[in-house]
């Protein structure tokens, strides 16, 4: 287990995780196939937003369940909270510092059976 910090390109967000980064995933739904973000899920316990909840602009689509964050000043993708798992976090792993993401296994989640 470890911390990692991490932020849009601006530096306006900033939070930090702890989890163990061995897997992230890409999704294949309507909105994150277009995105291309690679994702890591941690519980909301395990995230803590530093800095920049007033930068923050939200995007929701179909069912509005799940809520995707930006960075309104440079438009970066942070993290969202998932439609099939509300209490948890997925972090856009390419805002994290310092992440050797070299040996990173990435899975596909079937995002589109919920579109």
Same mark, same amino acid.
């Given at each position: 287990?470890? !911390?990692?910090?991490?932020?849009? *390109? ?11 980064? @061995? ?6 739904? &309507?909105?994150? &196939? ?8 941690? &519980? ?10 007033? &930068? #923050?602009? #939200?995007?929701?689509? *179909? !069912?509005? !369940?799940?809520k *995707? +964050? ?6 970066? +993708? ?10 948890? +976090?997925?972090i ?7 992440? @050797?993401?070299?040996? #990173? ?8 059976? +919920?579109?």
């Open positions: 287990m470890k !911390t990692y910090w991490g932020q849009c *390109h601006c530096g306006k967000v900033q939070f930090e995780v702890t989890t163990v980064l @061995d897997r992230g995933d890409r999704c294949n739904c &309507s909105f994150c &196939s277009r995105r291309g973000a690679i994702m890591h899920s941690v &519980s909301a316990d395990r995230f803590k937003l530093l800095a920049g909840e007033d &930068s #923050l602009t #939200l995007y929701q689509f *179909h !069912t509005k !369940t799940a *995707h +964050y930006f960075c309104k000043v440079c438009g970066i +993708y942070t993290f969202h909270r998932p439609r099939i798992a509300p209490e948890k +976090y997925r856009n792993v390419a805002c994290l510092e310092n992440a @050797d993401l070299t040996h #990173l296994e990435v899975g596909l989640v079937n995002g589109a059976a +919920y579109d």
